[in-house]
């Protein structure tokens, strides 16, 4: 974590500080519009964990790509606004959570989902800029690995340039 520390110390700052809603991590890290930051881990690791949690807690502007299906970030969203665990979440709650998710009561998250590639990810950004009148500060991609795209697959080094 300390080489992270510095390597993020050291980089040319562009844009905007982003808020990290978590202190310990604000303390060792810092985010600014522009930037690129991949979080890896192995399956069952806690990054789509940590990505909801980033989103329910955030009042910055987010697009989160679901490249999978949606309903388990709806799923941990709502059980988050609720107070309760994701685990307790009963899908007789879900149709209401997800309404209010949908009519953008969380008024600063952009929830897209299924097959995506690079331009229509693109596409969202632009939409979500119509949308609130300026870009997302934070675009979540969960799981870039599953992003298609033409030609290209995960095994090659040269895909996730």
């Known amino acids: 974590m300390k080489s992270l520390a510095l390597m993020w110390r050291g980089a040319k700052k562009r844009g905007r500080p982003v808020t990290i809603p978590f202190q310990s991590l604000a303390d060792i890290v810092e985010f600014h519009t522009g930037q690129l930051a991949v979080l890896a881990g192995g399956p069952g690791g806690g990054k789509s964990l940590l990505a909801t949690n980033w989103v329910h807690r955030s009042t910055d502007n987010i697009l989160y790509v679901a490249l999978d299906d949606a309903t388990s970030i709806r799923n941990r969203l709502s059980a988050l606004a609720l107070g309760r665990s994701a685990r307790d979440f009963h899908s007789d709650d ?68």
């Open 94 to 161: 879900a149709d209401y959570w997800y309404e209010r998710l949908d009519a953008g009561e969380k008024g600063n998250l952009f929830i897209t989902e299924g097959v995506q590639t690079v331009e229509s990810i693109e596409a969202n950004i632009i939409a979500s800029h119509e949308l609130w009148g300026e870009y997302p500060t934070l675009v979540i991609i969960d799981n870039l690995k599953d992003i298609h795209m033409e030609g290209s697959n995960q095994g090659e080094t040269g895909f996730y340039t």
